[in-house]
């Protein structure tokens, strides 16, 4: 049987996994969703054995069933190699009463790597499949952790270009510098004068733009998105919630088929919908813990069933997820309206055109399996220095939002709190948090004066990555205003 996947806009709009692939978005502004979602083995006696590579294989065959098990697994092996500074890919601690599965062992210390390094290689494969000889164009806003991973991922691999747009002032100096610098002939960095929400509704419009669309064609070209919108990246993302899952069983800390929570630090809702679709696939889960920072549009909405993005943006120490428009809800609402794709492309709509939604009661039932709650940046902070002062461990802003609202909640069963990324992504931060010193010589400290602290601080080893990262050459210069985004695609790409 081969696994289809439609729009959430348009159900008669089908596509094999590795069109949808290929494509990212949907022509018709939709998101991709399997038609038949497909059904695994989860034999935890066998998978607690099992490596990440082999749990990463298992999820990819079971939703990507056009590639055969041939190319999985040579893809899985090129991903999921020394690029890791973990054998164990994703390794799982424990911390107190409740876990911390560490996504940020990648290229770039932050959990976008755990999808992002295997991307490039099921784009160019599915190209390959469908015999398209055009160049792919990888269009991707970025809060600031999927462009460097994208572009790590991306960089000079033939027959693809990629242009990352980043909010100028809106990620950290690590992260920008992080971008700045990286090599290869095929990546152009543009900061634009505007926030995530304006590049990626930019970056969305020139997908679903057909005189673009045509130009592109025209000159042998195609676009194609490594946001979490795009389904190769959401899928792999299911292999290590069942890898935790796993963890847990070998080590004796729970009894196969007891149900845990996952705690995850949320911002356009892709990590959390991967969990989703990860129970969905009969891992045994209770429920899904939904995280936000101030920008607390989905506390609301799973509290209320209104989404509203006409509400003030906020700027915080956790900027990969100061996010108003979690593009990722989508494939969650076409469940939650038995899949019809007029209700769903009518709630969308109203939000683009009026800036919220309220969904109705019948589908406020259904959201049961969720929880969700957020910290503000006081809480945030002195969620750090407590962790820290009890437990020995630092925690980055974003797992420190998710582990606090796990400590709000209090849930009975097991918790495993998912940890995004490295503490020395966000050094300043975290430093002034453990330190509870928001004093001016702190406030005023650089980025990278405040990883040598942290490291002298934490015992910590730096990661590859920051290691040489405050000299690295710029190589990237372009700021241009949020307005300009596709006047510069243009340019970069040389369109006739
Ligand atoms: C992207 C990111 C998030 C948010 O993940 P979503 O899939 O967008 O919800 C959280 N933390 C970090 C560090 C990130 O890079």
Redesign the pocket.
Known sequence: MVTFYQSTRDKSNKKTASQAILQGLAEDGGLFVPVDFPKVDLDFEKLKNASYQEIAELVLKAFFDDFSADEIKSMVTKAYGEKFDSPEIAPLKRLGNHYILEL?HGETI???DMALSILPHLMTQAAKKNGVTNEIVILTAT????GKAAMAGFADVPQTKIIVFYPKGGVSHIQEQQMLTQKGENVHVVGIDGNFDQAQTAVKEMFNNKVLHDQLLKNNKQFSSAN?MNIGRLIP?VAYYIYAYAQLVKTGQITDGEEINFS???????????AYYAKKLGLPVHQLICASNKNNVLTDFFKTGLYDKNREFYVTS?P??D?LV?S?LERLIFELTDENDKVTSDLLTALSVEGHYQISKEMITKLQGFVADWASEDEISKEIQETFENEKYVL?P??AVANYVYHQIQPKEKTVVVS??SPY?FPKVVLEGLENDKTELSVNRDDFAAVKSLEKLSGIPLPKTVIGLEEAEVLHHTVIPAAEMQKEVEKYLGLK
């Open positions: 940020f932050a959990f976008k809060s600031g952790d999927t979490s993302q995850v630090p949320t911002g356009n809702f892709g990590n959390i919908l991967a956790s990969s997820m996010i979690s990722n980055d974003h797992t995004t990324a992504k």
